[in-house]
């Protein structure tokens, strides 16, 4: 029987090379398109909100109200290109962004790249902060109680619902003024410390942590049932050993593919987060940013977030083949 061209492909000695290229390669056009569409919403939504533009941005610099002539208006929106049609202001943009120039801040009159790379290491740090603690804690319940008939593995059960609905930013208050205000474990403003990295980490990773357990544990406890299991068993090995040696491998898959999403969900809770333990990072310059109509700003911000969005994305599809290595390239 004669071979296909794909399957002959496949067999020559570059085949695996060449099917890991193609991986990459429809991986970073939906990247770009994710990049295209984050940066066209942000712009559009920007550009087309009321009010002029030019006299907020001559407002900001004069530090309050002014009533400015006809020229000074004229000359900022020739500053800045506002005078141009919105189209032509969106291609100039998109051009600027595709030679990694993304404007200056019409607030703070710096490069936005300058901004925001003096200001989301912290973001970073503490939504990865969160990511791995939300982990560790989803694990420990499921290993320990997932699949047991006992009150304990009921109550972690609805606690992880719970964990699920409750809100980063109540979280975190809760938290500041239980261990911070009356207890005085940590301090009220941790800034970049490590202690005061704790209660931020703690209160964006507990609602995922109740998302994560929901989803590995159904997985867990039908990966329990599975026949590998009881031959496991069979072999002499424990039963702690086999939740975590073999069952645990298996239920972490769906948990895997929501940590691509949480990425996203946590950068933009670090924002309210970080606005209640007074922390340096991207959410209060987003958020003066938003109010002062500051578009480059804005959408440098987003635009740079996706980016690491997409990036972790990326990321959790190899960990597929980490964690099972039986998962082909598609």
Avoid: C
Wanted: net charge positive; charged share 10%; aromatic share 10%.
């Amino acid at each position: 029987m004669s071979m296909t061209l794909a399957a002959r492909i496949r067999a020559l000695p570059f085949g695996g090379a060449s099917r890991h290229v193609a991986w990459f390669l429809r991986r970073a056009i939906g990247g770009a398109a994710v990049l295209w569409a984050v940066t066209t919403f942000t712009f559009v939504v920007q550009s087309l909100m009321p009010g002029d533009r030019a006299l907020l941005i001559i407002n900001m610099a004069a530090g309050n109200i002014t009533n400015p002539s006809q020229a000074e208006i004229d000359a900022v929106n020739a500053k800045y290109g506002f005078a141009d049609p919105i189209a032509v202001q969106y291609l100039n943009y998109l051009w600027r962004l595709l030679h990694g120039d993304f404007g200056v801040s019409y607030q703070l009159h710096r490069p936005v790249i300058e901004i925001v790379g003096a200001q989301i290491l912290p973001t970073i740090v503490l939504a990865f902060s969160a990511l791995l603690t939300a982990w560790f804690i989803a694990i420990v319940m499921t290993v320990v109680l997932a699949g047991r008939a006992n009150p304990w593995a009921r109550f972690a059960s609805g606690l992880q619902i719970v964990m699920a609905t409750m809100p980063p930013y109540w979280i975190g208050t809760i938290l500041l003024v239980t261990f911070a205000v009356f207890l005085r474990i940590f301090p009220v403003e941790g800034k970049n410390s490590l202690i005061g990295l704790v209660l931020p980490t703690v209160a964006l990773a507990i609602p995922l942590a109740g998302f994560i357990g929901l989803v590995i544990q159904q997985e867990f406890v039908r990966v329990l049932e599975q026949p590998f299991v009881t031959s496991s068993r069979a072999r002499g090995m424990g039963d702690f050993g086999v939740r975590l040696r073999h069952v645990l491998r298996h239920a972490v898959l769906p948990g895997v593919t929501l940590s691509g999403w949480a990425v996203g969900s946590l950068f933009s809770g670090a924002v309210l987060v970080e606005s209640v333990f007074a922390r340096q990072g991207i959410g209060g310059i987003l958020v003066g940013a938003t109010s002062a109509r500051d578009v480059p700003l804005v959408t440098g911000i987003v635009v740079i977030s996706a980016g690491i969005y997409v990036l972790a994305n990326v990321l959790v599809d190899r960990a597929y083949l980490i964690i099972d290595p039986r998962i082909k390239l598609a």
